[in-house]
């Protein structure tokens, strides 16, 4: 029986590079390493041409999070931008509910998550050069956390590919709250890489 999508507190993120890398892949595992779903670049093929034009941290994004039947549970996107990002989280029926806002402090990136009155329910710090992160909620407590595994040095050195781990505080039980933790994995992972 597979795992439902929202059930574990864990969760694995393996990035998938294509030869020419227009459209990030990545594959989602939960804790016992059973593969839950995906999360997958919506690009046309206009699209497609302006990543060969311009920087890929200014353009639009469209990413789905979809369970292993391919069925879409949230979506995460973003407009143009040039310099500080604000990404729109979406649930499975395209209804917002969230919003990931890049700020910038002492030379280096910051996230806030609001929910859809505006408010602030989350903030993710960490050091981005060791890809390490905490999420807070709104008064302080940690619900979650995201790293980068290494897979070793040989890896690193013929792909870009990353994995990162999310941690979410057991305690949250609130698909959206786990939605918006996994949206934040790859927030971090589109604005910050691709913006080198």
Do not use: C
């Not at 040095?153 to 305690?171: Q, R, S």
Request: net charge positive; charged share 20%.
């Amino acid at each position: 029986m597979s795992t439902p999508f929202f059930t574990p507190n864990h969760y694995f993120i393996d990035e998938k590079v294509g030869f020419f890398k227009f459209e990030n892949r990545y594959l989602l595992y939960d804790g016992e390493g059973q593969r839950v779903g995906g999360i997958y670049q919506k690009l046309t093929a206009g699209q497609k041409l302006l990543r060969l034009l311009f920087s890929k941290g200014m353009l639009p994004f469209m990413l789905e999070i979809q369970d292993e039947a391919g069925v879409v549970q949230a979506t995460v996107k973003r407009g143009w931008t040039f310099l500080m990002s604000s990404i729109d989280i979406l649930d499975h029926q395209g209804q917002a509910i969230g919003k990931i806002k890049q700020q910038f402090r002492l030379l280096k990136s910051r996230f806030r998550i609001y929910d859809t009155q505006e408010q602030l329910v989350a903030e993710i710090n960490g050091d981005w050069t060791a890809w390490d992160f905490v999420i807070s909620d709104a008064q302080g407590q940690a619900i979650g956390a995201i790293s980068k595994k290494w897979a070793g040095l040989a890896k690193e050195m013929f792909t870009t590919a990353d994995k990162y781990n999310v941690g979410i505080n057991p305690a949250l039980t609130n698909p959206q709250q786990k939605v918006i933790i996994l949206a934040a994995a790859i927030t971090i992972d589109m604005v910050l890489k691709e913006s080198k």
